[in-house]
């Protein structure tokens, strides 16, 4: 699991992961999700899912989130 923070662009919501290993830090999420989460803050808990939608070589993440701790800001 992985720390992140949600955030808007555009009309869609993704989640911020600097933590993570990868180049790739930016994750996008369902906006029922984001905003059901953003009621209790930006931060959350969430691992990334492989989006098997894709059929391209490279495999594309899709972030779940698991829990929605409330950090102070």
């Known amino acids: 699991m992985y720390i992140g923070e949600i955030i808007a662009i555009g ?4 989640v911020y992961l600097p933590s993570l290993p990868l180049k790739q830090k930016v994750y996008p999420i369902s906006s029922s999700d984001a905003e059901k989460a953003l009621g ?4 959350v808990e969430c691992e990334l ?20 701790p409330k950090y102070a800001e």
Do not use: M, R, W
């Not at 209790?40 to 931060?43: D, L, P, R, S």
């Open 40 to 43: 209790n803050g930006k931060i």
């Open 49 to 68: 899912i492989p989006n098997n939608e894709e059929l391209d070589e490279q495999v594309e993440y899709t972030a779940l989130i698991i829990n929605n």
């Open 11 to 14: 009309n869609s919501y993704f």
